[in-house]
């Protein structure tokens, strides 16, 4: 849902395939996203409630978060409404998928020419980098934090260049590692950007902080340049997404709540506050 509403707020036409259950919770999912202008495919679960989580803040926006995942919950390919997926980018938020689902969602994306964004779950990590393969090489875009990435290629956790050069054995596009508040890597396997962050007002609450940045710096290739695929994202497309993901990142964690603050296409582009983040850049 996070990433659905930064992709809307971005201008973006945007719609979202999600499960519910058959509740009045799914319900009020359902309408929130129809007041982000978001359309929804919702997948009900029928007699199954939907899945929810507590959230406990503690000083400095840091939380500890106590989920409730229906067994049901997880997407199946027979759920996926192939006939009516018109896009020209997919974003895949992984969850508790299976592995034969996600082998076909991407064969069936990447047929049909939609590039592909992968956000993997700690679930999907799990499968491990030979069974993940032949997914990652038709993905255009993964994002994951720093302790998954050093999870999913096997490389100690302070050696993040070496990362890079195994992650893009398997992805043939653009790889990011978030590091929370000390920023992020984004390498496009030629150059190594590293980035700060914006320097935020408070920190109220960083539920959500990652889908911000992840989502931000998808919206950011798509809004500058629709072929980000082996190399061919220039350093300017590159630098405008991580811009945009730091910003949305910042935003969010200044509000409460897991989508609050989100940042709008003109609360991006008007604002001078966002105009400048501190990005390094050096060869692979």
């Known amino acids: ?34 007041n982000e202008k978001i359309s929804v495919m919702p997948v009900i679960r029928k007699g199954s409630p939907t899945a929810y989580s507590a959230i406990l803040l503690g000083k400095g926006g840091e939380r500890t978060i106590l989920m409730y995942r229906n067994p049901e919950d997880s997407l199946r ?3 996926i409404p192939f006939g009516k997926l018109r896009a020209r980018w997919a974003y895949l938020a992984t969850g508790a998928i299976d592995l034969p689902t996600l082998d076909g969602l991407t064969k069936r ?13 700690k679930h999907t990590i799990a499968f491990g980098k030979k069974k993940l393969a032949p997914i990652f090489e038709r993905v255009n875009a993964v994002i994951m934090n720093r302790e998954e990435a050093s999870l999913l290629t096997g490389v100690p956790y302070d050696q993040p260049r070496k990362t890079f050069v195994k992650l893009h054995e398997l992805v043939p596009g653009i790889a990011a590692m978030t590091e929370g508040p000390q ?4 390498s496009d396997g030629f150059t190594l950007y590293e980035t700060g ?3 935020e007002k408070s920190v109220v609450d960083r539920t959500g902080a990652g889908d911000a940045f992840a989502s931000g710096f998808v919206a950011g290739l798509i809004h500058r340049n629709e072929d980000c695929r082996l190399g061919l994202c220039d350093e300017d497309n590159v630098r405008y997404a991580i811009r945009l993901a730091s910003a949305n990142a910042t935003a969010k964690i200044e509000q409460m709540g897991g989508k609050t603050g989100l940042l709008t296409s003109k609360e ?14 050096r060869p692979l």
């Open 77 to 79: 390919l027979r759920d």
């Open 1 to 34: 849902i996070n990433a659905a509403v930064t992709f809307a707020r971005q201008g973006r036409r945007t719609g979202t395939l999600i499960t519910l259950g058959s509740d009045s919770l799914g319900g009020e999912v359902v309408r929130e996203l129809k």
């Open 197 to 199: 962050v914006f320097k």
């Open 268 to 281: 991006f582009e008007n604002s001078p506050r966002w105009k400048h983040v501190e990005i390094r850049t």
């Open 183 to 186: 920023g992020a890597m984004i």
């Open 109 to 121: 994306l990447a047929k049909a020419e939609i590039k592909i964004a992968i956000n993997p779950s």
